[in-house]
Nanobody
């Protein structure tokens, strides 16, 4: 089992950049594919980014492609989401998620059905 704790959220102006982090507990972090999702009140949780357990493959929806970058440091048990050119519509509670990928190919990048979730970090973008 893995526990996930997000940090780094805050209030920024439109056009700014922000990096949020997710620290994972446990010794098997490198076995997990990791993802970021976001949610606003009254809406479904939305996929934002995912990265394979090796870090060699990533996936993004069109809404953030070219602006957001997911990365991971397996030595630090941490996954990051670098967000550039932020827009007011990026305002949301951002969640980190992990999926056991030990028995998957190394470039497996899931966009759904994650096993573990953090509590979220709020990102607010003002216009």
């Amino acid at each position: 089992q893995v526990q996930l704790v997000e940090s780094g959220g805050g209030l920024v102006q439109a056009g700014a950049s922000l990096r949020i982090s997710c620290a994972a507990s446990g010794r098997t972090f490198s076995s997990y594919a990791m993802g970021w999702f976001r949610q606003t009140p009254g809406k479904e949780r939305e996929f934002v980014a995912a990265i394979s357990r090796s870090g060699g493959s990533t996936d993004y929806p069109d809404s953030v492609k070219g602006r957001f970058t997911i990365s991971r440091d397996n030595a630090k048990n941490t996954v990051y989401l670098q967000m550039n050119s932020l827009k007011p519509e990026d305002t949301a509670l951002y969640y980190c998620a992990g999926k056991d990928a030990r028995y998957r190919v190394s470039d497996y990048v899931p966009t759904r059905n994650y096993d573990y979730w953090g509590q979220g970090t709020q990102v607010t973008v003002s216009s």
